[in-house]
């Protein structure tokens, strides 16, 4: 018999001046001047990462095997680095039963490790934890947000995040003209994705709901919770041509857009849509498991909204006892 499961996630942060002795004073104090004053102008493009924090996060699973059982595979996302985020592997353990830890990178969006086992007999456990070393910074918003502006030209690997993704419906009549309201009398580009990240937090109403339910669902019943919230910013967003997708935390995600400084350069930005207000700015130690919000996998025919954590087997005489260990060490401390 074939086996086969998986869990949702329900379930489960100068150089530049070379001196020259045959140069004026005033010519090195102008340069220094100048130089300052560039530094601080970019200082206020984009966010600052602050207040880097240390943790170290076990990450894995427990597979029983309640009768005979071959070809087990498990998947399990885990940290992968990010702007705000540096991962890495401290330790690993394993059972002698488990055959290999390997690692795979999808869409340079999330990462999986993968977990073999070639046979399990009746009442044999299988054991394999990775220890993640997660530094962590917060982000903070930009000092200056009148200057960033819409892509005009979004590169390849940032129209994806333009089209309609699993449960963020951007392309139904009712969110499009919602979406058209909300930033019409918006001055800069900054002030319409506030505006609509403002919408949805004044307009939905928090309730948690065990099941995903989408934009759509959201914008009808006028309630939601981390995912529905998310989704319909995401939404919004997108249908005014700005880049948006959304952060997966253990427990709980949040949504993230995309705008352009004035040299060109594009910075995301997150944002809070369940939970305390923040917009541009994110006061969250959470390791980050996945960006994203459309994944094409080994198997699926369809686009999934996130990766779930799954586990497979060739031949089962009796369903397999699934946990995914996936908590943290310690509180954190501040990063030298």
Known sequence: MTYHTSFTRRQLQSPWLTRHLNLPALLLISCF???????????????????????????GVVIKSPGNCTGITAAVTVPKSWPEQAVKIVAQQKSPNV?????????????????????????DEARAVVTYEVTKS??????????????????????????????????????????????????????????????VRENINYKFDPQLRGALTALKNKQGDCEEMTSLFVALCRVNKIPARSVWIPGHCYPEFYLEDPNGKGHWF??????????????????????????RLPGQRTPQRYVIDTLQARNATRNLQFQVIRRPLDDGSPAP
């Not at 560039?38 to 996060?57: C, H, M, N, T, Y």
């Not at 055959?99 to 977990?115: A, E, G, K, W």
């Not at 997150?270 to 994944?295: H, N, V, W």
């Open 138 to 199: 917060h982000i903070v918003a930009p000092g200056k947000t009148d200057v960033f502006r819409v892509a005009k030209q979004p590169s390849r690997s940032l129209q994806k995040y333009l089209l309609p993704s699993p449960f963020i419906e951007s392309r139904d009549p009712r969110i499009r003209a919602l979406a058209k309201q909300i930033v019409t009398d918006q001055a800069s580009d900054w002030e319409k994705v506030e505006a609509m990240f403002d919408w």
């Open 270 to 295: 997150p944002c809070q849509a369940a939970g305390t207000r923040a917009f541009g700015s994110m006061p969250e130690y959470r390791p980050i498991l996945q960006k994203g919000d459309s994944f």
């Open 99 to 123: 055959r290999s830890i390997r690692f795979q990178t999808l869409s340079n969006d999330v990462t999986q490790m993968i977990v073999s086992i070639a046979r399990l007999t009746a009442g």
């Open 33 to 59: 001047t100048a130089a300052t004053q560039a530094q601080e102008i970019e200082s206020d493009l984009g966010v600052q990462f602050v207040a880097p924090a240390k943790q170290r996060w076990e990450i």
